[in-house]
């Protein structure tokens, strides 16, 4: 049983000021009801708590429901966001509290674990119900993955699903071998641990405890930083740090295997700094390489950023309620990316579009090159853990520095290289996957190799566009190729391309010792020197694609 229905006066000036700050498309009616604490059963006799917003009748009648499960609460903004603005505008909603997660029964929350038998009991329950009419799936991050969780196995009832800024397998994205994640995976164990503490919500808006989070991440060894932050371990860390991707451990948590099964229509929110982008891109071609029917939009956002929430509850309304009630949406191309440095929308017919080739672009001493280097000695830099480079701006899971900076102070330090290009008599467009080739030798068994590509504007100003890390066990001279994130951008004529290449980028990154034993147990900092190779036997270079 659930409380009985009600109003709610706070919620409703909490909908009207979401509305003015993202945008959303006007309500239908203001005149929604709430009925909360709902118990749902599950497949092992457990019990999971829900709210249940209801649209006005009148206005909505047999109205098509959003599922939204959630581990972070039923009330608060995520409840005024998901709840109330998608009633308002004529949806019925279930916001669904994990299993272990604000009275939801099953023991301590457990990461992933869960969410394909806890979903698809939650779709029972839901189709016994007589608001349960046809069903769509909605949500950012983690809400996203469990949609993923029960995609592939969906019933009838479920007609469309918009998963925003999140992958199939989600935290799997950054367990990488021998390579953590740090400020992510301990960040978001901290925040899970504590969210239920009195004033938590807030206390996570204000960044109360913060300082003793960052302090954590200077931990030796890593396996103690749960233990820092916290005053004990954390399930979640703990697994993350002793369980790389590859590892039978997560099979029943990795669900990118199936999604080329997945026959709902779906409709991709993500951001060009976001933590899951790459997997979310390649969620998407697996998509369209089945046959399915995917959308993609790509917009200038990180993970927490106000512009991907509006985006992901207008499509929410819009075309993914159109799905639901058996309405055909307007038809539009697969794929929508906002080009940046233009700032503006672009639409194609795939991810990555076609006509994009890559051009190398060579590094020399101090410089970017369109034309490879013959004979240059290697340049040098030593990299010491006990002093990091710092990370600054790029992808994160908070709002608080994410996204593009001024890498100016980064680019000073001895530890970064800079190889930057002339001043540009045109435009350069690069849409697409973007990776560097780098020769390197260190005099370590192990070092990680960090490359950043960025937009340098007329007043010198250099703004991070893509990037990201790899662990390298170096044998001599050894060739390495980075991934970097995949981007749309045009470096406008007067700006000037950079290249930066360094060892490291933490907390992002947890540091590498240099002592090339495993990393979650590694104490003893042991300073590196990394030598750069750009001759014409070892041209190192970054790969733009271009037309």
């Given amino acids: 049983m659930g409380t009985r229905p009600r109003f709610d006066l706070a919620g409703k000036t909490a909908g009207l000021l979401a509305q003015r700050l993202l945008k959303l498309p006007p309500a239908i009616s203001r005149t929604v009801t709430v009925e909360r604490d709902l118990r749902i059963p599950t497949h092992d006799g457990q019990t999971l708590m829900a709210n249940h917003w209801a649209p006005d009748e009148s206005t909505s009648p047999n109205a098509p429901t959003a599922v939204v499960r959630t581990p972070y609460g039923r009330s608060g903004p995520l409840d005024w966001l998901y709840g109330r603005a998608l009633a308002?505008?004529?949806?019925?909603?279930?916001?669904?509290?994990c299993r272990g997660t604000f009275g939801s029964g099953g023991g301590d929350f457990?990461?992933?674990?869960?969410?394909?038998?806890?979903?698809?009991?939650?779709?029972?329950?839901l189709a016994g119900q007589p608001w349960g009419n046809d069903v769509l799936l909605t949500g950012s991050s983690y809400l996203g993955y469990t949609q993923w969780a029960i995609a592939a196995e969906a019933p009838p009832q479920v007609k469309a699903m918009v998963p925003h800024v999140t992958s199939a397998r989600l935290a799997l994205a950054f367990l990488r071998p021998e390579r953590a994640e740090l400020e992510t995976l301990l960040g978001w164990s901290v925040s899970t641990a504590t969210q239920e503490r009195p004033g938590g919500i807030w206390r996570a808006l204000l960044g109360v405890g913060r300082k003793r989070v960052e302090n954590a991440m200077n931990t030796l060894p890593l396996v103690d930083a749960d233990t820092a932050a916290l005053g004990h371990q954390w399930p979640f860390y703990q697994e993350c740090l002793h369980y790389n991707q590859n590892d039978?451990?997560?099979?029943?948590?990795?669900?990118?295997?199936?999604?080329?099964?997945?026959?709902?229509?779906?409709?991709s929110i993500a951001g060009w700094y976001d933590i899951f982008l790459a997997d979310q891109l390649r969620d998407f071609q697996v998509l369209r390489a089945a046959g399915r029917d995917a959308h993609l939009t790509v917009g200038p956002w990180w993970h927490a950023h106000t512009g991907g929430m509006a985006a992901v509850l207008g499509e929410t309304v819009g075309w993914a309620a159109a799905h639901a009630r058996g309405v055909e949406p307007p038809r539009r191309p697969p794929v929508r990316l906002f080009v940046m440095g233009v700032d503006e929308w672009r639409d194609f017919d795939q991810w990555p579009p076609a006509g994009y080739t890559p051009q190398r672009w060579h590094l020399a001493p101090g410089e970017l090159r369109p034309a490879p280097v013959t004979d240059a000695a290697p340049t040098s830099f030593t990299y010491d853990p006990a002093d990091p480079t710092p990370s600054l701006g790029g992808p994160k899971l908070e709002s608080r520095g994410a996204g593009p900076v001024d890498n100016r102070k980064l680019e000073a330090r001895d530890d970064v290289l800079v190889f930057t290009s002339q001043v540009l008599d045109a435009?350069?467009?690069?849409i697409g996957e973007v990776t560097a080739e780098v020769w390197l030798r260190a005099d370590r068994p192990s070092c990680d190799l960090f490359v950043r590509l960025c937009d340098v504007d007329g007043r010198g100003r250099s703004l991070n566009i893509c990037d990201d890390l790899v662990k390298v066990r170096p044998d001599g001279i050894t060739k390495v190729t980075v991934a970097l994130s995949p981007t749309a951008h045009v470096f406008r004529r007067g700006h000037r391309l950079r290249v930066q290449v360094s060892a490291g980028a933490h907390p992002r990154f947890a540091r590498n010792l240099g002592d090339g034993g495993p990393p979650q147990t590694a104490v003893q900092p042991l300073a590196t020197k990394v030598e750069i190779f750009h001759d014409a036997e070892r041209p190192s270079a970054i790969l733009l694609p271009r037309k």
């Fill in 88 to 97: 308002e505008r004529g949806l019925h909603v279930l916001t669904v509290s």
């Fill in 110 to 125: 457990r990461a992933m674990r869960h969410e394909r038998e806890d979903g698809l009991s939650v779709l029972r329950w």
């Fill in 248 to 267: 039978p451990y997560w099979k029943n948590e990795d669900h990118s295997r199936t999604v080329g099964d997945v026959t709902v229509p779906v409709s």
């Fill in 427 to 430: 435009d350069v467009e690069v």
